[in-house]
């Protein structure tokens, strides 16, 4: 099946600094691919849709000079939280939609992001 | 705007029984995906079903059962003969379609925390 990770898979960062967090597909091109985040015992809510070649397009509420998004290849998007805070600590996951089969979405394995 | 609710936010059975976990949806589209996840205590998504608006049809994979009923709007979740593999957090999801075609973003309900007591 299709794989998609995520990196890194657990980090820890004091307040104040910025995490960049990877999301690739491994064996499928992806011209989209999603931003979810997930607090802890509730439910994921998308942030962001990520377009290679083109800007992201942002939920509501969602701050975009807070979390930058980057989908430079068709295989790789990035996210970057900028100047962290403790509020932000939460489990980021991404999604990506196989250009050829776009009705699936693959889920990657997720990265837990605590802010000290 | 779309919606989903669980309305059952914990189950808790004993081994062997059946279990439904309910899901409804709200969407004013009228091409949409509809979608079952599992996520265990490692926190990684595993995918169960995807359905299309136009596909109606119940659908049964071993012990896991889906009922599409566009009519009240739902997607139930059935599992027989429960096993305590199956504990884990059990999300249903929503998607219009995008304009190129396929899914777009997924809007989750709450979730249902299922728990399979031996």
């Known amino acids: 099946g299709a794989v998609v990770s995520q990196h890194p898979s657990r980090v820890i960062c004091k307040s104040g600094t910025s995490v960049k967090i990877e999301c690739r597909s491994l064996?499928?091109?992806?011209?989209?691919m999603f931003w979810y985040r997930q607090f802890p015992k509730q439910s994921l809510m998308l942030m962001a849709t990520s377009n290679e070649g083109s800007k992201a397009t942002y939920e509501q509420g969602v701050e975009k000079d807070k979390f930058l998004i980057n989908h430079a290849s068709l295989t790789l998007s990035t996210l970057t939280v900028t100047s962290a805070h403790p509020e932000d600590s939460s489990f980021y996951i991404c999604?990506?939609?196989?250009?050829?089969?776009?009705?699936?979405?693959?889920f990657g394995p997720g990265t837990r992001l605590t802010v000290l | 705007a779309q919606k989903v609710t669980q309305a059952q936010t914990e189950i808790s059975v004993v081994e062997k029984e059946d279990v439904t976990l309910d899901c409804v949806y709200e969407t004013r589209d009228t091409t949409y995906y509809l979608f079952w996840y599992k996520q265990p205590p490692s926190g990684e998504l595993v995918f169960l079903i995807r359905r299309n608006s136009f596909d109606e049809q119940n659908e049964i994979s071993g012990r896991y059962s889906w009922n599409f009923q566009k009519s009240t709007s739902s997607f139930n979740f059935t599992i027989t003969a429960s096993q305590v593999v199956d504990s884990a957090v059990y999300f249903c999801a929503l998607s219009e379609a995008y304009p190129g075609g396929g899914a777009d973003g997924l809007t989750f309900g709450k979730g249902t925390h299922l728990i399979i007591q031996p």
């Open positions: 999604s990506a939609r196989n250009s050829r089969s776009a009705d699936t979405q693959y």
């Open positions: 064996d499928f091109q992806a011209t989209t």
